[in-house]
């Protein structure tokens, strides 16, 4: 079946250090999979940070890119500098561009950031 | 104001017992989820609704039903509770169509089993 595996937490990041947390994946059922990361700030539920639909494409939001390698199954999430307010769990997610919202998500990592 | 609202927020239950998570969402979307981590896991799809209808049931348990007594509601029955059970559950929604893999989530309800 399709699955997800990213870096596993916590990471631990000195504010305007730059982050890259990885993810890559697996889709036996769909050759071209719907990317997405996804975000939980303490207290919160999970909001979509960003997604990307076409392979070789990168998607960005509030200073995290991420980019659809086909080649490699990957779709790092990366920023340049980080804040203290990014402070967070991020999901990385596998769907299959269906109807209906069934996405296989990783098992989140922990980003700590340290002002 | 949070757009999606479950409750409890944390729930303690002895093993054998039944409880009932509950999910309302004031997005307008019309299709319901509800997903599950356990520790150390990653996040699992457990079912989809769509216009109160179950579209997709991915629990091997009939312990676990989902009820949707209106359009804005899907709550969650776990019958005979385990100690496996222990999970946080989360609810999510979306606008069934090209919209449907952008999910918003709830803040989860954290279940222990003892």
């Known amino acids: 079946g399709d699955s997800v595996t990213q870096t596993e937490g916590p990471v631990t990041v000195s504010e305007s250090e730059s982050l890259i947390i990885n993810c890559t994946y697996s889709?036996?059922?769909?050759?071209?999979?719907?990317l997405f990361w996804y975000v939980r700030y303490p207290g919160e539920g999970l909001q979509l940070l960003l997604k990307?639909?076409?392979?070789?494409q990168k998607g960005s939001s509030r200073g995290f890119e991420a980019t659809y390698n086909k080649e490699t199954t990957s779709f790092h999430l990366q920023k340049a500098s980080v804040q203290e307010s990014d402070s967070a769990v991020y999901y990385c997610?596998?769907?299959?561009?269906?109807?209906?919202?069934?996405?296989?998500f990783g098992a989140g990592t922990q980003l700590i950031v340290i002002p | 104001d949070p757009k999606i609202i479950q409750k409890p927020k944390y729930l303690v239950a002895v093993t054998g017992s039944e409880k009932i998570l509950i999910c309302e969402q004031y997005?307008?979307?019309?299709?319901m989820y509800w997903y599950r981590q356990s520790a150390k896991k990653p996040l699992e799809f457990m079912f989809s609704?769509?216009?109160?209808?179950?579209?997709d049931n991915q629990t091997a348990s009939s312990r676990f039903q989902p009820q949707s007594s209106k359009k804005n509601h899907l709550d969650l029955q776990i019958t005979a509770l385990k100690p496996d059970d222990s999970a946080t559950y989360f609810c999510?929604?979306?606008?069934?169509?090209?919209?449907?893999?952008?999910?918003?989530f709830g803040s989860g309800t954290r279940l222990t089993v003892l």
């Open positions: 999510a929604s979306s606008q069934e169509g090209t919209g449907a893999e952008t999910l918003y």
């Open positions: 990307v639909i076409t392979a070789g």
């Open positions: 609704y769509s216009y109160q209808k179950l579209m």
């Open positions: 997610a596998l769907g299959r561009g269906s109807a209906l919202g069934r996405l296989h």
């Open positions: 997005l307008g979307h019309n299709a």
């Open positions: 889709a036996t059922s769909i050759a071209y999979p719907n």
